[in-house]
């Protein structure tokens, strides 16, 4: 099948076939009269894999690497469980940094309501900025 034929089967659009494609999670072969690529009825099953996988969070690299051990006829399930298992703790890791970026940000808004507008001069370049940092403390 053709890549807009197999983007119909799996439920997405062209260009992510060609995306896949090019990243190499997809393997077609090539017709030998005109050179389209021609997708076997398991590449929906793989598409709609990637795009399972896509969204539990696995990177392309991931991905790739399930692929291989798939490929390969290994299990990829220890390598699945151990990789999720670290991306949850990098998102759990992220929220934090944004919780603690997020209230930052609320007391500049505060901060910031009281302070008239200036323009910069020889000691600060913006005076909103550089108040909030130097109550921080430990930016200079």
């Not at 260009?15 to 005109?34: K, M």
């Not at 990177?59 to 051990?69: G, H």
């Not at 505060?110 to 000691?123: G, I, L, N, S, Y």
């Amino acid at each position: 099948m053709l890549v807009n034929e197999l983007a119909r089967h799996a439920g997405v659009e062209a260009h992510v076939v060609r995306f896949y494609t090019q990243e190499g999670l997809l393997h077609p072969e090539r017709d030998p009269n005109n050179s389209y690529r021609e997708y076997a009825l398991s590449d929906v099953r793989r598409l709609r894999f990637i795009r399972r996988a896509r969204w539990l969070g696995f990177t392309l690299r991931d991905i790739e690497a399930i692929l291989n051990d798939v490929d390969n006829d290994v299990s990829p399930c220890g390598d699945v469980r151990e990789t999720i298992k670290i991306r949850a703790s990098e998102n759990r890791q992220r929220i934090e940094d944004l919780k603690r970026l997020q209230s930052r940000m609320e007391d500049a808004v505060k901060a910031w309501e009281r302070m008239p507008d200036r323009p910069p001069d020889h000691e600060s370049l913006c005076h909103l900025i550089d108040a909030v940092a130097r109550d921080e403390g430990s930016l200079t």
